[in-house]
Structure formats: structure tokens, C-alpha cells
């Protein structure tokens, strides 16, 4: 048996990276396969690093563009080093484009089975590029690992045959309690003095970054919060930020202080001690809620819904007044929880026992 991985973005090395481990420690040979979609050289190697993945084996160099560059220039060099190493299964994580090129390009190569890792998450807005992406992944593949029991059923409701859908966990809880005692023995806390009075934020997603009225709605809440704001500031939404005349006011509040962006431990280190996290990551909101830190999601929907249904997590958009109701009310939160609806930690090892049973 042999497997190929696929990845090119941060919270795709977080995903797979307890599978591989997993698929390391049975000495199953592995390729992995790099897009460069975040083609940020050295903070993916901070990553590889901090997750003790392998150097990846190949490098495609995609880099920046549209959402149709990007797809077609990774379907073409992923279809060649599929054709080339001739593995038996290919592990797809997540809903990112170069999820989506490498689920079609082994979909479409006869005699290898594609595995879709966190198979099944819907937001119900197809606005979301993500959204677009996770569908077609899910009905091109042939193994499909769900997180939760609400992807499990979105997949049967789409009429996916039943024995396609594995219930199995998230790999994100799995690569949280592996490295968060990591975390907090880094040497992180050094460099922050706040006494664990901050807040956590994080934006980036397009949907609030290139709209300029929700945007400038999250940033006139931010500037107004009385509270300690540590802000890992995403390259694009500096961008937009100096693009709408913003950056400089965000750049010169006493009450935010702006982070170049960080590596996974150090974030899971600074997101284990916040007294709220915001953002509009889907996998942030499910990373507090495992941490038992209470969030709002600056989005209109989610596809982490459970984090919801918990009282844990309040989706406010990019409206000032809903955030600042969301920040009152979810400061006052305690999240507690004796079962987690993500699993028990061990959904790489459920993964590869399924696909290698197969093989058997």
C-alpha cells in the first residue's frame, strides 16, 4: 500500500499532520505533496516544523491568484506526480483549492481512491468559495472521513451511499491535545506580559476583508473595545486594511497590538489563555471550543454548527452593535463539556485502520 497526501495551506498541515504521524509509525510508504498555495517559504516551515511532519516531497510553487489559476496550475503538476508515484490512495484534508485540484486530479486516475479528511462540513452558503469546494470533494471521493454525526448526515441527505461515509472524529482535536502541552512549554509566555487580559483575534477571510462596509464594521468594533487585542495580522487583510484607509488608525490603537503571523504553537499557546477569542477561521471557532475558550465568529454562518448548539461559540457578522452584544454576553460564558461532539482524539488512527483494512 502507498499514500499520497496533499496539502498547501496551514490548517491543512494541522489536519493531517497526526494522520501522518500514524501513517509513519505502520511504515506504510508515503508521498507528500506541498501546492505552495500559502507560499510563504518560512512559515510553512515553521509549521512543518512545530507539527514534525516530513519535508514534503514535492513543492509545486503555485503561489497567488484566482480561485481558477490556482485550481488549474495544481491539478496539472498534482496529476503528474500522481501519475509518476502510483500511489494506492490519495488524502485530501479540508475545503481549500488545493483540496479541490487534488481530489480532482486522483478522482480522475483510474485504479487510485481518493479520502476526503473532514468530508461532510456544510455552511449552506454558496457564497463561500470553501462551500463550492467541499461539495464537489466530497462527491468525487471515495472514502469519506466526517468529523461530526451533523457531516455525517449532510452526506446522506446528498445521497452519498452509506458505505462511502466513515464517522471518525476530527484530526484537528487530535493535533490540539498532541501539541498543546508543547505549547505551553515553548517559551511562548516570555513574550507576552497581559497576565492572560487579552482577547484573540484573527480575520481573513475574504468575505469581510474585500467587502469594505464589513470590514470597516469590524474594525470600528475593535477600536472600541475596552480590552487588551492581540491581532495576527493576515497578509491580505493588511492589505485591505491600507487599501481603505484603515491600517494606520488599527496601527497606532493603544488597545491592539498587531503580530506578524504565527506559528501553530505559539497560537495555540495564546488562544489556551485568551478571555475570548474572535474571528471568522471555521477551524479557530472549533480550536477555542476544544480549549474551552468562548468566541464570536465575525461570520453569518458556520459550518462548525455544534460549537453553536453548545453555547460556546455566537456567530455576530461584521455589525458593531451584534459584536459588542456577542462580546457581552460570551465573556460571562463558561464552556463546559464532559464528551466532545469531535471525537475522542483518535480519528488518525481510525482513518488509517479503515483504509488499510481495505487494502488487506
Not at 488608525?249 to 493603544?254: F, G, L, M, Y
Request: net charge neutral.
Amino acid at each position: 500500500m502507498k499514500i499520497l497526501s496533499v496539502v498547501g495551506t496551514r490548517p491543512n498541515f494541522i489536519k493531517m499532520a497526526p494522520v501522518i504521524r500514524e501513517i509513519s509509525s505502520r511504515k506504510i510508504p508515503h508521498v507528500l505533496v506541498h501546492t505552495g498555495q500559502h507560499y510563504d517559504r518560512e512559515l510553512s516551515e515553521i509549521f512543518i516544523k512545530e507539527l514534525k511532519m516530513p519535508k514534503p516531497d514535492y513543492f509545486l510553487d503555485v503561489g497567488s491568484g484566482s480561485h481558477g489559476y490556482q485550481i488549474g496550475e495544481m491539478l496539472k503538476k498534482i496529476e503528474k506526480v500522481i501519475l509518476k508515484e502510483g500511489p494506492d490512495f490519495v488524502m485530501i484534508p479540508g475545503d481549500t483549492n488545493t483540496s479541490l485540484a487534488g481530489a480532482l486530479a486522483s478522482s480522475k486516475i483510474t485504479g487510485v481512491r481518493t479520502c476526503h479528511i473532514e468530508a461532510g462540513l456544510r455552511s449552506f452558503d454558496r457564497r463561500m468559495p470553501e462551500e463550492i469546494n467541499r461539495i464537489l470533494i466530497d462527491h468525487c471521493s471515495d472514502f469519506l472521513f466526517c468529523p461530526t454525526e451533523t457531516a455525517e448526515k449532510n452526506l446522506q441527505k446528498e445521497g452519498i451511499s452509506q458505505g462511502m461515509i466513515h464517522r471518525v472524529g476530527d484530526t484537528m482535536y487530535d493535533a490540539c491535545l498532541e501539541h498543546l502541552n508543547l505549547a505551553k512549554q515553548s517559551g511562548v509566555s516570555q513574550k507576552y506580559k497581559f497576565n492572560n487580559d487579552y482577547f484573540l483575534v484573527t480575520v481573513h477571510r475574504a468575505e469581510n476583508t474585500d467587502d469594505r462596509k464589513r470590514l470597516e464594521g469590524i474594525i470600528n468594533a475593535l477600536l472600541e473595545i475596552k480590552q487588551n487585542l492581540l491581532f495576527p495580522i493576515h497578509p491580505r487583510t493588511k492589505k485591505q486594511l491600507m487599501k481603505y484607509g484603515l491600517w494606520e488608525i488599527v496601527e497606532n490603537s493603544e488597545m491592539i497590538q498587531l503580530m506578524e503571523p504565527i506559528g501553530y504553537l505559539e497560537f495555540l499557546f495564546l488562544l489556551s489563555n485568551a478571555k475570548l477569542m474572535i474571528t471568522d477561521s471555521g477551524g479557530v471557532q472549533k480550536e477555542a471550543f476544544l480549549l474551552k475558550v468562548p468566541c464570536i465568529t465575525l461570520r453569518d454562518n458556520t459550518e462548525w454548527v455544534e460549537t453553536v448548539y453548545a453555547n460556546a461559540n455566537m456567530l455576530v457578522g461584521a455589525d458593531k452593535k451584534a459584536i459588542f452584544d456577542g462580546i457581552d454576553k460570551m465573556v460571562k460564558t463558561k464552556v463546559e463539556y464532559k464528551t466532545t461532539p469531535f471525537g475522542d482524539g483518535k480519528a488518525a488512527r481510525k482513518v488509517v485502520d479503515i483504509i488499510a483494512e481495505e487494502e488487506d
